[in-house]
């Protein structure tokens, strides 16, 4: 195997199963999610000498982010597609994934779908931020705004998901 | 109603601030009712993400694509020089049927052997992220090699090689096409070699192959069917096989 290829796989497979979080959360779609990914990881590949050094998975996550906005920009032009809406219908429950870790009660589920459910700009920066771990500066480069705007964002995805989850809790 | 200090009071939660600006959010938190109920919802929505909310993970069939792809795209001009020597040995008679028998070769021989060569692999890396790599661990081949009676068909030979750094470390029972296989754990260095044992039926076995990064070697004996995998240089596994294969049972 020639040098790239095995520093490829070295750094970037580790974090494969993140990519494929993030491709899942924002796609809501196990189809489309692997699609996503094996698009981006391709990408990633081609792009690689430009990879300046430092921590790879945001700037794998970046081309996964964009890999899903290509995607649903030309589903888009293909059908009209309804932005999420308020309503209860379980937005996860196409399939009970084997892989996933066992959500246990119905308090789970819910929470899964109040996040799913998030707009897309406020879902994506809670992603990153509570289940990927991304500093700031990172889910700024992730997503292409300035970190006022990650900030910004983060809060009204947190009070979303207060005013709909919590509120449900008490 | 909104406190203007609540970005701050977040950043400070997610662990962005440093020592001064910190402090400062911790004394605004204090005397902040708004900042505390933040603080409180913020902490119970982040454990409640952390415990309840799906991580979902690549499919392995997903990692095996992926694989692929890489193979193909990592070496780009195998693929033009292949096809121009099958037009110029379609050109001529004989080469004619040579590149059919080729072809043939190539359409029946292995997606049997193909995937083998792809699930021992993903068997090797599986046992190495998931921590069941080793079910007994022993570097003793008379606690090893009993071990196995009874768990799998096969007893595998498990000679210990400490004079060439390759030793035995412990073995586990895996699954290969179908039927269970003893596999014996070696560590050279700080490589894992797992040497897979499982019964002949008469499979094909897959040439030697090297699969995101990991070599795989195969060969039958008597009635087994073997295969080595392991991170470690091809030549020292080919060296490992060597040393496994003129070792008397």
């Not at chain 2, 977040?10 to 109920?37: F, N, W």
Request: proline share 5%; charged share 25%.
């Amino acid at each position: 195997m020639d040098a790239r290829r095995q520093q490829f796989e070295a750094l970037a497979l580790p974090h494969l199963d993140a990519a494929y979080n993030l491709a899942r959360w924002l796609s809501r779609s196990p189809t489309d999610a692997e699609d996503i990914v094996q698009d981006a990881m391709l990408r990633a590949f081609r792009a690689f000498d430009g990879f300046r050094g430092g921590d790879i998975k945001p700037w794998l996550l970046a081309i996964v982010r964009n890999c899903w906005r290509n995607a649903s920009a030309d589903t888009r032009r293909r059908k009209h597609t309804a932005l999420p809406e308020e309503h209860d219908e379980p937005l996860l429950s196409d399939e009970p994934s084997p892989e996933a870790t066992v959500v246990e009660a119905s308090e789970g589920r819910r929470l899964n779908e109040v996040i799913a459910l998030l707009p897309n700009e406020f879902r994506e920066v809670l992603i990153l931020r509570e289940m990927e771990d991304l500093s700031y500066r990172e889910i700024a480069d992730v997503t292409g705004v300035p970190i006022g705007t990650v900030m910004s964002r983060l809060a009204r995805a947190r009070a979303l998901l207060k005013e709909k989850w919590l509120r449900d809790q008490t | 109603m909104s406190c203007p200090e609540l970005l701050r009071t977040q950043a400070y939660l997610d662990g962005e601030l440093d020592g001064i600006a910190a402090a400062e959010a911790e004394r605004h938190i204090e005397t902040c009712a708004e900042c505390q109920q933040a603080s409180a919802d913020a902490a119970q929505l982040s454990d409640a993400i952390r415990s309840a909310v799906t991580l979902h993970r690549a499919p392995d069939a997903l990692r095996a694509r992926i694989g692929a792809i890489l193979d193909e795209e990592a070496a780009p001009r195998v693929v033009p020089f292949k096809r121009r020597n099958f037009w110029y040995g379609a050109l001529s008679g004989a080469g004619a049927m040579a590149a059919a028998a080729g072809i043939a070769f190539v359409l029946i021989l292995p997606p049997s052997a193909e995937t083998l060569a792809q699930s021992i692999t993903d068997d090797h890396t599986a046992a190495l992220t998931s921590g069941h790599l080793i079910q007994i661990a022993s570097s003793s081949h008379h606690v090893v090699k009993p071990w196995f009676a009874g768990k799998v068909d096969v007893s595998p030979p498990t000679p210990d090689f400490p004079d060439q750094s390759f030793t035995l470390t412990g073995g586990r029972v895996d699954q290969v096409a179908g039927s269970k296989a003893a596999v014996v754990v070696y560590r050279h260095g700080r490589h894992v070699i797992d040497l897979f044992v499982w019964p002949d039926r008469g499979s094909v076995l897959p040439g030697n192959a090297t699969r995101h990064g990991y070599h795989s070697i195969f060969w039958k004996s008597g009635d087994l069917n073997f295969a080595a995998v392991s991170d470690t240089e091809r030549h020292e596994l080919e060296k490992f096989v060597g040393l496994v294969r003129s070792t008397p049972e």
